[in-house]
C-alpha cells in the first residue's frame, strides 16, 4: 500500500504506530478471552450481511489484512526484522480461515513480537543520541518505505535508527541556526552559540521528543492493540466501516473526535499525523486565515513555551493540548501542502454555533445587486431551543436578499462537508418546480428516487454553485441536481470530494448475550446516485467551469483513500431540464476564456503543478550545508508564487440590511462580518462567480417571481 511522502515533517516520525503498547502480553487473554473471539465472529457476520457491498472473505482478503496491519504497526520498518516477517508470512493466507474460527494466532504473534522489538527499540534511540552526529559526512537516505526492505539483522536495524535520529536532528538544528541568525540580526552584540552548542541541544530535544513519545505510548493498552487489527478487517470493506471500542464508541457519541474547541477546526488522523479536515467558518483560525485545510500539524505550544511533538499522538490526546480557554494563544507548527513548515499563532475562542449557519451578503458589480449565500453545512435541528435547519435559513435568506432586488444568487458551499439528506433535497426544491433531487439505494435494491414534492419555487434567477474538493456529501447531491437540471452553472475545483456512500452505526451488543462491551461498527449501507443515474461516489460532482486550485492535479477526496468503492451508475431519473437560461453555454465559454488568460489562475495552475512535483520528492540529506540547501531551494521556489496572495478586487460586500442593527450593537458578530468581507475582496474564486453571474442571463419571456 502506499504510504504519502512527507519529507519535510518525517524527521519527527520517529516511531510510528499510533497503538504500540509496551506492556507485556497477558497470557489468559491470549488463550481463553470470550470477547475477542466473539467479536471476531460478530464483525463476520455484520460485514457480509449488512455492508453494502460485501467482500468475499478468502486468500486474497487475508493477504490484504496481513500486509495493512504490519504496515499500521510499522510502516516505516523501523521494528520488524527480515526473521520477524518470514516468521509471520506462514499466516499470510490464514487470516480469513483463522476470522471464520475464531482463531486470533495471527494476531497474538504479531502483537508478542512487536511488544518485544518496540522494548528494544528504547535502548537503541537512548545510545546513538548520546553521541554528537557528524553532520559533514555525505549521507542520504530515502524514505519511500514502499520500496525499503526490513533490516536483516539487528545491526542493520540500528543503523536505520541511527538515520532517522540524525534526520530528526538536523531539522531542530537547522531551526536552532537560523533563530541564532535572527537574533544577531536583532542585535549586532548578540554573541551566538556555536554551531557544537547548538548540535547538542538538538539532540536534546530530539531525546526528550523520544521520551515523551514512548511515555504516551505505555499509556495505551491491549484493546487499543486489537481495535487495530480489527480496524484492518472492517476497512479492507472500505474507508468508511470502521470499528469502535467501548471507548471510542462513548467518545463518538459525544461528537469529541475531530472537534477542535477553542480554534474552530476539525481534525483526522492521517496515518501517524494529525491533519486539518476543516475549518469552521467564522472560528479563530478561519479568521486568523493561515490554517488551512491538508495542512498537518506537527508540533503545538501554549503561548511562548516550548512546543510539543504530536506527530504520533492519539487524536484526542492532540486535541487536549490544542484547546483551551477564550483568549490563550496556541501556536501550531505545521507542514503546507506546499511542503514548507510554518508557526502559527491562534488565539482561541468560543467558537459559536451561530457562524456554522447561513449567512448572505450584498455586492454590487456592473450596476447590478448580486447576493452570496454561504452554506458551511447542511444542518438540522441543531440545538432544541429554536430547531433551526439549513432549509428553513436558506429559505429565509432568500426572501431577505429579494427584498434587497438582488438580481442573482451564488451559493457558496466549499469546504462544506455535508449534513442531512433531507435538507440537501429540500433546498434543491427552493430553486426547481417539484422533481427528482437523488437516487439512494440500499444493497441489492433498487434505487429509491427522493423527489421534491412541493411546487413553490423560492429563487428562480440567475443562479451559480461554489464549490472546491471539499464539498462533500450532501453538498454533492445539491450541486449534482443543479448541474442535472442545468438550474445552475458549478464552479470551482475539478471535481468535489466524491464520497457518494451513506454509514450507519451499529451498536454489535445486540448481537451477544455477554455481560461486556464490545462496541460498535461504523458500517456503509447505503449509495447516492444522480438523477442523471451516474454515482457521485469517487467522482464527485465535475465543475461546469473548473477554476485552478492548488490542488487540481492531486488524489484529494475519496479517491486518494484505501478500498473507496468504485462509480458506478444506476437507470436515469425521469425529469426536465431547467432550459430558461439565454446563454447558458456561452457564459460557460467565456468564463473558461476569461480564466485562461488570467495572470493569477495561471499562476495558481503552475504552483499546482509544482506541488505535485515535489509530492514523491523522498531523497533525505543528512549533510547540513545539503539539508540546508535543499530546503531553502524548496523555501526559495514556493516565493515565486506569493503574488497570489497580492489578489484583491474592487468589490465592496456589505452585510443585508436586516444585519445591520445585529452589527451596531454587537461588536463580536460585527468584527465576524468584516472579516468575511475582507476575506471575499481578495477571494479570485468569488471574483470569477460573480463575473459568470453578471453575465448570465434569463430567457426574454421568463419573468422573475418577485415578492
Not at 490544542?322 to 506546499?338: C, H, S
Not at 454553485?465 to 475539478?494: H, P, T
Not at 531523497?619 to 489578489?647: P, R
Request: hydrophobic content about 35%.
Amino acid at each position: 500500500m502506499m504510504i504519502r511522502k512527507f519529507k519535510i515533517l518525517l524527521p519527527l516520525l520517529l516511531v510510528v504506530s499510533l497503538l504500540a503498547s509496551f506492556k507485556t502480553i497477558d497470557n489468559t487473554v491470549k488463550n481463553t478471552d470470550p470477547k475477542d473471539k466473539v467479536l471476531i465472529t460478530i464483525l463476520n457476520y455484520v460485514l457480509t450481511q449488512w455492508h453494502y457491498e460485501p467482500k468475499e472473505i478468502n486468500d486474497s482478503f487475508s493477504e490484504n489484512v496481513y500486509n495493512t496491519f504490519l504496515e499500521r504497526l510499522d510502516p516505516s520498518k523501523r521494528y520488524f526484522l527480515q526473521s520477524d516477517i518470514d516468521e509471520f508470512s506462514k499466516y499470510k493466507l490464514d487470516i480469513d480461515d483463522q476470522i471464520k474460527k475464531e482463531d486470533l494466532t495471527f494476531f497474538y504473534l504479531v502483537f508478542e513480537r512487536f511488544n518485544q522489538r518496540t522494548l528494544e527499540s528504547k535502548k537503541y534511540y537512548k545510545e546513538i543520541l548520546t553521541t554528537k552526529f557528524d553532520f559533514n559526512t555525505d549521507e542520504s537516505f530515502n524514505v519511500d518505505y514502499d520500496k525499503t526492505q526490513y533490516a536483516k539483522n539487528q545491526n542493520q536495524l540500528i543503523q536505520n535508527w541511527h538515520k532517522i535520529l540524525k534526520f530528526s536532528t538536523i531539522s531542530r538544528l537547522y531551526d536552532k541556526v537560523n533563530d541564532e541568525e535572527d537574533k544577531f540580526k536583532e542585535d549586532n552584540n548578540y554573541k551566538k552559540k556555536t554551531f557544537e552548542t547548538l548540535e547538542i541541544e538538538a539532540r536534546e530535544t530530539t531525546l526528550s521528543n523520544m521520551d515523551d513519545y514512548y511515555a504516551r505510548l505505555d499509556e495505551l493498552n491491549y484493546s487499543d492493540w486489537f481495535s487495530t487489527f480489527i480496524n484492518c478487517i472492517s476497512e479492507e470493506f472500505d474507508p468508511h466501516t470502521t470499528y469502535f471500542d467501548p471507548l471510542a464508541k462513548k467518545g463518538f457519541d459525544q461528537d469529541i473526535s475531530g472537534k477542535l474547541e477553542g480554534i474552530g477546526a476539525r481534525l483526522q488522523k492521517k496515518n501517524d499525523y494529525t491533519k486539518v479536515s476543516e475549518l469552521v467558518s467564522g472560528g479563530p483560525a478561519w479568521k486568523q486565515g493561515e490554517l488551512e485545510a491538508e495542512d498537518i500539524i506537527l508540533k503545538v505550544a501554549q503561548g511562548d513555551e516550548e512546543p510539543l511533538d504530536i506527530v504520533g499522538m492519539r487524536l484526542d490526546k492532540a486535541i487536549q493540548f490544542i484547546k483551551g480557554k477564550k483568549g490563550t494563544e496556541v501556536r501550531l507548527t505545521v507542514k503546507k501542502i506546499d511542503g514548507t513548515i510554518k508557526v502559527i499563532s491562534i488565539i482561541r475562542d468560543v467558537v459559536e454555533l451561530e457562524e456554522t449557519f447561513v449567512k448572505s451578503t450584498v455586492v454590487k458589480k456592473d450596476g447590478k445587486t448580486f447576493g452570496v449565500i454561504d452554506l458551511p453545512k447542511f444542518y438540522i435541528a441543531f440545538d432544541e431551543k429554536n430547531y433551526r435547519n439549513s432549509t428553513t435559513d436558506m429559505a429565509q435568506e432568500i426572501e431577505r436578499l429579494k427584498k434587497e432586488n438582488v438580481e442573482g444568487l451564488v451559493i457558496d458551499l466549499r469546504n462544506n462537508g455535508g449534513g442531512s439528506l433531507q435538507t440537501a433535497i429540500d433546498i434543491s426544491g427552493l430553486f426547481i418546480n417539484q422533481g427528482p433531487v437523488v437516487q439512494v439505494k440500499y444493497r441489492d435494491k433498487a434505487a429509491d428516487i427522493k423527489v421534491d414534492k412541493d411546487s413553490k419555487i423560492q429563487w428562480d434567477g440567475p443562479l451559480v454553485v461554489l464549490v472546491n474538493e471539499f464539498s462533500a456529501s450532501a453538498s454533492e447531491i445539491f450541486a449534482a441536481a443543479m448541474q442535472d437540471y442545468k438550474r445552475a452553472i458549478i464552479i470551482g475545483g475539478k471535481q468535489t470530494y466524491g464520497k457518494g456512500t451513506v454509514q450507519s452505526v451499529l451498536d454489535l451488543n445486540r448481537y451477544h448475550n455477554l455481560k461486556e462491551d464490545v462496541g460498535a461498527l461504523k458500517i456503509t449501507i447505503q449509495k447516492f446516485y444522480r438523477i442523471n443515474g451516474g454515482s457521485t461516489q469517487l467522482e464527485g460532482v465535475h465543475s461546469d467551469i473548473m477554476l485552478p486550485s492548488r490542488y487540481s492535479y492531486m488524489d484529494i477526496g475519496e479517491r486518494d483513500l484505501e478500498n473507496a468503492l468504485k462509480f458506478d451508475k444506476v437507470p436515469e431519473a425521469t425529469y426536465s431540464l431547467w432550459n430558461n437560461y439565454a446563454n447558458f453555454n456561452e457564459t460557460i465559454n467565456n468564463s473558461k476564456k476569461r480564466v485562461a488568460s488570467n495572470k493569477y489562475f495561471k499562476l495558481i495552475d503552475n504552483n499546482a503543478k509544482w506541488l505535485k512535483s515535489t509530492q514523491d520528492d523522498s531523497l533525505i540529506y543528512l549533510n547540513f550545508d545539503a539539508y540546508k540547501k535543499d530546503l531553502e531551494h524548496h523555501k526559495n521556489e514556493s516565493t515565486k508564487y506569493n503574488e497570489i496572495k497580492n489578489y484583491t478586487t474592487n468589490l465592496t460586500f456589505n452585510s443585508p440590511l436586516y444585519e445591520i442593527s445585529k452589527i451596531n450593537e454587537d461588536e463580536s458578530f460585527a468584527e465576524k462580518r468584516e472579516a468575511w468581507h475582507k476575506n471575499l475582496k481578495k477571494d479570485i474564486y468569488v471574483a470569477e462567480a460573480l463575473d459568470v453571474l453578471s453575465e448570465l442571463k434569463m430567457k426574454p419571456q421568463y419573468h422573475l417571481v418577485k415578492n
